[in-house]
């Protein structure tokens, strides 16, 4: 059984690889008759679409903090699907920042087999933005570094807006 199901998940991995290749191809060649202005357009398709499918995940919930949104982003869906990361330490939550390090990503591990890194960052890092503002637009999102870019870590930052 565990040999079947090896293989099935062998399967599943080469066909995202490849819908993920064609998609390179297809943005390449739009970029090449469009100009750049694809790739702001890319990423406000992949902020909007989060949003969408963000907003129905925060109307399920009882709560829409960052607690909520971290167990479901990171713990449940993330970390069962190969991404390895840290967590700030509790002082740190107290002042209302919730820090995180991200340290390895299977986008990345596809991306970086086909060289589409450029596009794995408009296609799945810019989606993290959108993520917070359809969970609870009062959510602050930030990141200085990702991994898709070549930095040692994605760095998370998710606190509350300041209200005035």
């Not at 406000?44 to 009882?62: G, M, P, V």
């Not at 990171?74 to 700030?88: A, E, I, L, V």
């Not at 591990?109 to 959108?130: P, R, T």
Request: charged share 30%; with cysteine; hydrophobic share 30%.
């Amino acid at each position: 059984m565990q040999e079947k199901i090896k293989e099935l998940q062998k399967t599943i991995d080469i066909i995202q690889e490849r819908r993920f290749q064609e998609k390179v191809e297809i943005l390449n060649f739009l970029r090449e008759k469009l100009g750049n202005q694809i790739e702001s357009l890319i990423d406000e398709y992949t902020k909007q679409d989060a949003i969408k499918q963000w907003k129905k995940i925060a109307q399920k919930q009882e709560k829409q903090d960052i607690p909520t949104l971290i167990e479901i982003l990171w713990n449940q869906m993330c970390g069962s699907n190969g991404f390895k990361f840290t967590m700030t330490e509790e002082k740190e939550k107290e002042n209302g920042e919730y820090r995180m390090n991200v340290t390895h990503c299977p986008f990345v591990e596809v991306a970086n087999k086909i060289q589409g890194n450029e596009w794995g960052y408009h296609l799945f890092c810019m989606s993290d933005f959108g993520i917070t503002e359809g969970f609870n637009p009062n959510i602050e999102f930030s990141r200085t570094k990702t991994l898709m870019q070549g930095d040692n870590c994605c760095n998370h930052c998710y606190k509350m807006k300041s209200m005035k």
